[in-house]
């Protein structure tokens, strides 16, 4: 099995900072792609940020210069430093994952967390 877990959300001050984690855990062979997801109340999930098994990384528009998500292969764990954070990025943060499982069969996972909050008062 494999186990996808966020933390690091809190309440913060506008222009303030948080650093958010996503680990990986369990038995698989690889991760290929890892997305952080956000969700406001009343409003659709929405893609963050998201990083490839290449290191090639993608921003939404809306945190662009604010956001920088970044991998740590050895600890399976990916981070998403967020700076200047506005009342506006207040939502639920998940981590979604995808590789494949050990194995014989190398069978593909696209998992997600159970996700942390993220206030930020203005």
């Known amino acids: 099995q494999v186990h996808v877990v966020e933390s690091g959300g809190g309440l913060v001050q506008a222009g303030g900072s948080l650093r958010l984690s996503c680990e990986v855990s369990?038995?698989?062979?690889?991760?290929?792609?890892v997305g952080w997801y956000r969700q406001a109340a009343g409003q659709q999930r929405e893609l963050v940020a998201s990083?490839?098994?290449?290191?090639?990384?993608e921003y939404a528009d809306s945190v662009k210069g604010r956001f920088t998500i970044s991998r740590i292969n050895a600890k399976n764990t990916v981070y998403l430093q967020m700076n200047s954070l506005k009342p506006e990025d207040t939502a639920v943060y998940y981590c979604?994952?995808?590789?494949?499982?050990?194995?014989?069969?190398?069978?593909?996972?696209?998992?997600w967390g159970q996700g942390t909050q993220v206030t930020v008062s203005s």
């Open positions: 979604n994952v995808k590789g494949f499982y050990s194995g014989t069969s190398y069978s593909p996972f696209d998992l």
């Open positions: 990083t490839n098994s290449g290191g090639g990384t």
């Open positions: 369990g038995t698989f062979f690889t991760i290929n792609g």
